[in-house]
């Protein structure tokens, strides 16, 4: 076998992805969080359970024959019954490059998705199931902070099995606590807790958890950075805001509903904290068996101004497209190619330091703004109308109209026009938490205090009403109807 040559540089880099010949896809419900990536990585193809384009992007295979299964109540359970699908099958088989299937990348995945990428020949460019399921545990993110000397939210780790006993194990952090169970899902598990009714209002979810993240509560402002575990380091991106809680846009008081990149994100310091942090996490994580790709949710004390990590996600993430297509990406390369790098055999040499630098830099910093916008309504409903993916225009009248089907945000031309990735399509269901779709756009969408502007209010009822639908009587409905509206998110 030739031996590889070290690529030397970004434009090597580069260079490297665009001639690359062994097939990679992206295996998920939608191809939202690589979206783009294609034109950096040659041969790299989506397989997605929902095609938001309807037929129209070149590179993203969809079956088109819903095959019997077992009602779905994961992302993992929709990659399991791809990679099991006749027609999924068939077209891996006949893009295999001597005798090879390719890789696979997932954002969610356990050990049966191992298994079926296994006997399919596909080789998973990720950690183990194993390894992440366990990192992905708040409980265990907390150990290894310690570890990495990354300062916390001030917290207990215990198990609950009472409200008094609650209070007991967490006298020093106040009377208004956090309670998070080990597995976090943007807001479903995040719970507020100042008095016995509050509590009991989630009795049953804490209780039978064997252990729980109590925090204090904290005045505090959400943010988001992604990083890359290297053997040269760990590369970190900038920090970007987090939409939180929003009314318009999720139904959970906790829930992840967006993200935005600027220059010169909050001040000096808490960005330079973030990215030390960032760093020594990463470092952690390497020492843990981990590589590759991940994204971490720090606090912002409102009240003292301190920085704390929140959660981990050991994967990409709903921020990753963000991260991908921000202006410093753009001149440079995404963060994302050196996950890949990481797992493509190949020697290469960069300057960690050097790269993260730069990224930090005001000038290689635009800004971009994304809302997941989710049915917030206790209704049922089937879809009879949905809007497009591609580029929306708003009027002066505050109304939306359909430009042109694209699936570069780089389309996107003014204030006045937005990039929207459609989840929910026609036929599908409406429940409350189901996620309808993703808008994104040049600018911000928060004041400095993170209040939703207008503008972003503007575009949600306005996409809003593109949507059209039927309420449905759940009286009326299946157990394996129900089931079919699922429950879980999609990003």
Known sequence: MKEQKTLKGLAEIKQFFKSNETPIYFISATCFNLLGID???????????????????????????????????????????????????????????????????????????????????????????????????????????????????????????????????????????????????????????????????????????KEVKIMKRINCYGTAIEGCVTKHGTLVAPL????????????????????????????????EKATKYTQLFGDQLRKEGYKGYFELDFLIDQDNGEIYLGELNPRISGASSITNHALFAMKDVPLFLFHLLEWMDVPYEIDVKELTD??????????????????????????????????????????????????????????????????????????????LGILVMRGRLMSDDFKLSDRGKRWIRALRAQYKSDIIDAGLLTEEDLMEAGDFKML
């Open 39 to 209: 034109e950096w990585v040659g041969n790299l193809k989506y397989i997605s359970h929902i095609d938001s384009f309807e037929g129209l992007h070149p590179n993203l295979f969809s079956p088109k024959v819903e095959m019997a299964h077992e009602e779905f109540q994961s992302i993992e359970d929709i990659n399991n019954y791809l990679l099991q699908h006749t027609e999924v099958i068939d077209y891996i088989e006949s893009r295999s490059l001597d005798g090879k299937a390719g890789k696979a990348l997932f954002l969610m995945f356990n050990e049966k998705t191992e298994e079926a990428a296994k006997t399919l020949g596909l080789d998973v460019c990720f950690p183990s199931a194993k390894l992440r399921t366990f990192l992905d545990n708040i409980v265990n993110t907390n150990r290894l902070d310690e570890k990495a000397g990354v300062a916390c939210v001030p917290y207990v780790l215990s198990s609950v099995e009472s409200y008094s006993q609650l209070r007991k194990v967490s006298e020093k952090l106040g009377k208004n606590l956090v309670v998070q169970t080990p597995f976090g899902d943007s807001g479903h598990t995040t719970f507020f807790i100042s008095n016995e009714q509050e509590f009991d209002l989630h009795k049953e979810e804490i209780i039978k958890e």
């Open 240 to 271: 970007m805001t987090e939409l939180v809680g929003f009314k318009e846009l999720t139904p959970y008081k906790g829930g992840w509903c967006g993200n935005e990149v600027y220059a010169n994100a909050f001040t000096p310091d808490i960005r």
């Open 358 to 435: 730069r990224w930090a830099k005001p000038e290689n910093n635009d800004s971009w703004s994304q809302l997941i916008i989710k049915h917030t309504k206790k209704t049922l409903a089937i879809v009879t109308e949905a809007p497009a993916s591609g580029i929306w225009e708003m009027k002066k009248n505050g109304k939306i109209k359909f430009k042109k089907m694209d699936a570069h945000r780089q389309s996107v031309v003014d204030d006045n026009e937005a990039f929207f990735f459609q989840i929910t399509q026609k036929n599908g269901y409406l429940y409350e938490g189901a996620d």
